[in-house]
């Protein structure tokens, strides 16, 4: 089975109130199990977490699938670095190529070399940014190259690197989907982790009592063979290629059908690829993606692909709020 179809299998499963989800349930309760014993491994002592000697603030979520926490670490690395703090990113890097030794990720480095998310940070962020299995060594490479604030990048599991604030991103409309671990259900922990959380952001739908909400809004599509930009509503109207390797595609589908895009949606799995050329071939319309996706096709020859980059937006007492805890974390230093 594709990764796409697994992924759509998986939606139906966690979201869709299928009952096929309670046939996983043993295989819930071993990894419930699985959980809790590892973080209580963590909480004795028995298995060590490392400080990097520098504040360090992980943003994840805790369910399976894109819930905008990639956009969060973007957001937060240009407010601090815009305040002189010297911010960097770390990450593991998913599905790249060699795990051994810490990657300093640059504009020029490749998507296969260092993930695509990482890369896209390396590249919208205009902070440092590292990739390893090992966060802790990747923060300590960072540490060394002058950075005195480490971002983790889908950091909240990795109990090894220790923290002094935990973000978490939740999608507003999807949620927690059945509330189950998987495999029954998309729950990587349970949903009671999120009031251990210093800060609970929340991606669009309704907040969470006490949470802060932010949306991801986006306005122009970029041509990713000369970087020309094109307001999104130019589209509208236009039947397009949908590509979105990403862990919710019907987001950034219902992102362009709201500026009236008509879309055919192409199966890709979430960090997959899809053939640009073979769906030029098939018919002549434009292609969308987003900048997770445009990083894996750059150079792009196909004249009539898009990228669409998204902003964090939200209301100014919520950005007070996060920056005012963020910096109490990132300007004291340890």
């Given at each position: ?139 300590r490479a960072l540490v060394a190259d002058g950075v005195r604030v480490i971002i983790a990048d889908d950091g909240l599991q990795h109990y090894a690197l220790a923290r002094d604030l935990e973000i978490v991103v939740v999608d507003g409309e999807r949620r927690f989907g059945n509330e189950r671990l998987l495999p029954a ?150």
């Amino acid at each position: 089975m594709s990764s796409a179809r697994s992924q759509a299998l998986a939606a139906r499963l966690w979201y869709g109130g299928s009952p096929l989800a309670w046939l996983l349930l043993p295989f819930a309760w071993l990894y419930g199990g699985v959980v809790r014993a590892r973080r209580a491994l963590y909480r004795r002592g028995w298995l060590r977490a490392r400080h990097p000697g520098v504040p360090v603030i992980v943003v994840g979520n805790v369910t399976v699938g894109g819930t905008g926490k990639t956009p969060v670490v973007a957001w937060l690395a240009a407010r601090l670095h815009s305040r002189g703090l010297a911010p960097g990113i770390v990450s593991r890097g998913y599905g790249r190529r060699g795990h051994g030794q810490p990657l300093r990720v640059t504009a020029e480095t490749t998507a296969e070399e260092a993930g695509d998310e990482p890369l896209l940070l390396a590249q919208c962020a205009g902070v440092p940014v590292a990739v390893c299995t090992d966060r802790y060594a990747a923060a300590r490479a960072l540490v060394a190259d002058g950075v005195r604030v480490i971002i983790a990048d889908d950091g909240l599991q990795h109990y090894a690197l220790a923290r002094d604030l935990e973000i978490v991103v939740v999608d507003g409309e999807r949620r927690f989907g059945n509330e189950r671990l998987l495999p029954a259900g998309p729950l990587r922990e349970p949903v009671e982790r999120i009031a251990e959380a210093g800060l609970v952001l929340v991606n669009g739908g309704t907040p969470l009592p006490g949470a802060c909400g932010f949306r991801l809004q986006a306005r122009v599509a970029v041509r990713l063979a000369d970087e020309a930009e094109r307001a999104l509503e130019a589209f509208a109207g236009s039947r397009v290629w949908m590509v979105a390797g990403i862990g919710n595609p019907g987001r950034f589908r219902a992102e362009l059908q709201r500026h009236g895009i008509e879309v055919d949606e192409v199966p890709v799995g979430d960090h997959g690829r899809a053939d640009l050329a073979g769906l030029s071939k098939s018919a002549a319309r434009p292609i969308l993606m987003t900048g997770k996706d445009a990083v894996k096709y750059r150079p792009c020859s196909e004249p009539d692909a898009w990228y669409v980059p998204v902003d964090v937006e939200m209301d100014a007492a919520d950005e007070s709020l996060i920056l005012a805890r963020v910096l109490a974390v990132a300007g004291g230093g340890r």
